[in-house]
């Protein structure tokens, strides 16, 4: 993998993440909308298009938005305040292994 990513829990049992500033909004995406229920739905429309049975998917979650292309997918935080960075570039494969990372995360922390 690309980026150096690390899940875990924080001292009240939630599963937090830290991700390299350049893709920053994969936090947002993973607390805000992924959270603890696993990605199914992301990974599904990522794996439509990275297979090209699309050439583009978009998802709308609670917070934000994930514009799937092939090579790029572009996440964008719906309620970013002016002076911050409304949107972060992720290559869509890197992005499929951090949302199976949070997924193992997620069934590791209930298999307890």
């Not at 993973?30 to 229920?37: A, I, M, R, T």
């Not at 709308?60 to 938005?65: D, E, L, S, V, Y």
């Not at 514009?67 to 911050?84: F, L, M, S």
Request: proline share 1%.
């Amino acid at each position: 993998m690309k980026y150096n990513v690390q899940i875990y829990e924080d001292n009240q049992g939630m599963l937090m993440i830290n991700v390299p500033d350049e893709i920053f909004l994969v936090i947002d995406l993973l607390l805000s909308d992924v959270q603890e229920d696993r990605s199914k739905l992301w990974l599904d429309l990522i794996d439509k298009v990275l297979s090209k049975q699309s050439s583009y998917e978009e998802l709308t979650g609670n917070a934000c938005i994930m514009g799937i292309k092939y090579d790029v997918t572009k996440i964008v935080n719906e309620y970013a305040e002016e002076d911050q960075n409304a949107y972060c570039l992720i290559e869509t494969a890197e992005l499929k292994q951090i949302l199976l990372m949070w997924d193992d995360a997620v069934r590791n922390k209930y298999a307890k």
